[in-house]
């Protein structure tokens, strides 16, 4: 079984339109995050969710917005996609606070024409 | 999160021990260190971490000198597919905000050569 799972894989679409990446972690994990990496292969933080609730906002445009609907799930819904939102969204977990791990989605590869 | 210097690039014989070194001069007392490593195309995947004391798994040894300024990550037999980026990363394990978020930098590309 897939710790922590995003679909799909890959997403080719046009500027413009809206999509949603989705992530789901069967680790009971209370705490699950997104992470943007560029082309120039920087990974960077974009929203954390603990317990359902919103942590982390790095200053990400607000046509990107998260869903928990509950703690297993953190969705991303991207809204009038441009070209600059091309990159690897990874998703993550770990049990909360305290010094574990994160465990890493696969990744999902978004690709904006 | 203090921040970390790695080298940018290092290559190791298959089958010889890689290590991979971290400065982190300004790392403080409650701060971790954590190590992961990117294999091209994939997930970061977790690796080791530590406080003060030596540790090992299954995967890695790391080696934190004594006043904690830097660190080694040590693959003790290093395989075609440990090629991959390896990022050390100093963090707080209780950020009293309800945040533990991880910040990478650019990480180390290690190669092993056959």
């Known amino acids: 079984d897939t710790a922590v799972s995003q679909t799909p894989k890959y997403l080719v679409t046009q500027m413009g339109n809206d999509k949603s990446i989705k992530c789901e972690q069967n680790?009971?994990?209370?705490?699950m995050y997104w992470y943007k990496q560029d082309s120039k292969k920087f990974l960077k933080i974009m929203f954390s969710?603990?317990?359902?609730?919103?942590?982390i906002n790095e200053t990400v445009p607000n046509r990107f917005s998260p869903k928990s609907p509950d703690k297993a799930h953190l969705n991303l819904h991207i809204n009038s996609l441009e070209l600059g939102d091309s990159a690897v969204y990874f998703c993550?977990?770990?049990?909360?606070?305290?010094?574990?791990?994160?465990?890493f989605g696969s990744g999902t590869r978004l690709t904006v024409v | 999160d203090a921040k970390t210097t790695q080298p940018t690039s290092m290559d190791c014989a298959e089958g010889r021990a890689a290590n991979l070194p971290c400065n982190h001069s300004?790392?403080?007392?409650?701060?971790?260190v954590y190590w992961y490593r990117q294999i091209h195309s994939q997930g970061p995947q977790y690796i080791i971490h530590?406080?003060?004391n030596n540790e090992t798994n299954e995967m890695a040894s790391l080696i934190i000198t004594e006043d904690r300024k830097s660190s080694t990550l040590i693959l003790p037999h290093a395989t075609l597919r440990d090629t991959a980026v390896y990022y050390c990363?100093?963090?707080?394990?209780?950020?009293?905000?309800?945040?533990?978020?991880?910040?990478f930098g650019k990480g180390t590309k290690l190669s092993v050569i056959p």
């Open positions: 993550a977990s770990t049990p909360g606070e305290g010094r574990y791990g994160y465990t």
């Open positions: 680790l009971g994990h209370d705490t």
């Open positions: 969710y603990n317990n359902k609730e919103l942590i």
């Open positions: 300004t790392i403080s007392g409650n701060e971790y």
């Open positions: 530590g406080l003060k």
């Open positions: 990363i100093v963090r707080a394990a209780y950020s009293g905000a309800g945040s533990y978020q991880l910040t």
